[in-house]
């Protein structure tokens, strides 16, 4: 018996259908005028009855309430609670550190359930891509319903790392194109010296709640170096020469909870959440296992 072909390279077919039945969750109300499936507090056009208010010139008439006119001769308007679209951006790290250990893979499996789901949802949902500056399409435009999904997943296998952009000049780019309220996952390994207080705050502003998703590989959560090694920087080539590695370790391990600290306030400060994924973890266990225990989907 013929087996179905597959539908991306990214997610197995098995997979995609698990992830289908999925829904994100996230943490903050949002103020577009378009339908979606996220409620929010303004006036709009879902099923969901809010309270009346008198006529006004120029209102729909479709919203006039005639059974209450004809009883008190006047004209009063239906208000509805709005049903409104969630935009999804999935801000990706392509640069050339993400090549290691499978974090660029990672990366984008991830982004492909996220957006199969967000899709799925009704929400628009767009894609950037930052590594270095001139390599070919680095955005894909908003797209929306579940029949884009291969459109999505189409862009997302074309992508490969290299590079030496930062995620706070990817996050500055994406805000130079992107309009509109919603979430914004970062999906990157954050091992950057910016200041990327800076740029959430530029996000939180333009409405985007920031969602960090941080991508290490098991050697980088938790090296074990036993003798003086030199140390390549694999964006710029810089080398360092290290003796005395115990100690170094030490540091480095210090640094690194710090680090995460630190992101996971950048994003919860603003509405959203940050979570640290060890690449030796599959997508599979990350979405149905990790993400759905903190509350990222359900």
Same mark, same amino acid.
């Given at each position: 018996?013929?087996?179905?072909?597959?539908?991306?390279?990214?997610? %197995? !077919?098995? @997979?995609? *259908?698990?992830?289908?039945?999925?829904?994100?969750?996230?943490?903050?109300?949002?103020?577009?005028? %378009?339908?979606? /499936?996220?409620?929010?507090?303004?006036?709009?056009? %879902? !099923?969901?009855?809010?309270?009346?208010?008198?006529?006004?010139?120029?209102?729909?008439?479709? =919203?006039? #309430?005639?059974?209450? $006119?004809?009883?008190?001769?006047?004209?009063?308007?239906?208000?509805?609670?709005?049903?409104?679209? +969630?935009?999804?951006?999935?801000?990706?790290?392509?640069?050339?550190?993400?090549? =290691?250990?499978?974090? #660029?893979?990672?990366?984008? /499996?991830?982004?492909?359930?996220?957006?199969?789901?967000?899709?799925?949802? *009704?929400?628009?949902?767009?894609?950037?891509?930052?590594?270095?500056?001139?390599?070919?399409?680095?955005?894909?435009?908003?797209?929306?319903?579940?029949?884009?999904?291969?459109?999505?997943?189409? =862009?997302?296998?074309?992508?490969?790392?290299?590079?030496?952009?930062?995620?706070?000049?990817?996050? /500055?780019?994406?805000?130079?194109?992107?309009? *509109?309220?919603?979430?914004?996952?970062?999906?990157? #390994?954050?091992?950057?010296?910016?200041? +990327?207080?800076?740029? =959430? !705050?530029?996000?939180?502003?333009?409405?985007?709640?920031?969602? *960090?998703?941080? +991508?290490?590989?098991?050697?980088?959560? %938790?090296?074990?170096?036993?003798?003086?090694?030199?140390?390549?920087?694999?964006?710029?080539?810089?080398?360092?020469?290290?003796?005395?590695?115990?100690? @170094?370790?030490?540091?480095?391990?210090?640094?690194?909870?710090?680090?995460?600290?630190?992101?996971?306030? $950048?994003?919860? !400060?603003?509405?959203?959440?940050?979570?640290?994924? #060890?690449?030796? @973890?599959?997508?599979?266990?990350? +979405?149905?296992?990790?993400?759905?225990?903190?509350?990222?989907?359900?």
């Amino acid at each position: 018996m013929n087996q179905p072909a597959q539908i991306t390279g990214l997610l %197995s !077919n098995q @997979l995609l *259908g698990r992830i289908e039945q999925m829904q994100l969750v996230v943490s903050r109300r949002f103020t577009n005028r %378009s339908r979606g /499936e996220h409620l929010a507090r303004g006036g709009g056009s %879902s !099923n969901e009855f809010r309270d009346y208010r008198d006529y006004s010139a120029g209102d729909d008439m479709r =919203f006039v #309430d005639w059974n209450i $006119f004809a009883r008190l001769q006047r004209p009063f308007v239906k208000l509805f609670h709005q049903e409104e679209q +969630l935009h999804v951006v999935l801000l990706i790290d392509a640069s050339s550190s993400m090549g =290691f250990e499978e974090k #660029d893979r990672r990366a984008l /499996e991830l982004a492909a359930a996220l957006g199969t789901m967000a899709l799925r949802g *009704g929400e628009r949902v767009s894609v950037h891509v930052f590594h270095s500056a001139g390599r070919g399409a680095s955005r894909l435009e908003p797209i929306r319903g579940r029949g884009k999904r291969r459109e999505l997943f189409a =862009f997302l296998e074309n992508v490969t790392p290299g590079g030496e952009t930062t995620v706070e000049q990817g996050v /500055e780019a994406l805000l130079r194109r992107h309009r *509109g309220r919603g979430a914004m996952f970062v999906l990157s #390994d954050f091992l950057t010296t910016g200041d +990327l207080n800076r740029a =959430f !705050n530029m996000a939180f502003s333009a409405g985007l709640v920031p969602y *960090g998703l941080q +991508l290490l590989g098991p050697s980088e959560l %938790s090296p074990e170096l036993s003798a003086d090694v030199r140390l390549v920087d694999c964006e710029n080539a810089e080398t360092l020469d290290v003796t005395g590695t115990g100690e @170094l370790v030490r540091l480095y391990r210090e640094h690194l909870q710090a680090l995460l600290g630190h992101l996971d306030a $950048f994003c919860r !400060n603003r509405g959203g959440q940050f979570v640290s994924l #060890d690449t030796a @973890l599959t997508a599979e266990t990350v +979405l149905t296992d990790v993400l759905r225990r903190r509350g990222w989907v359900r």
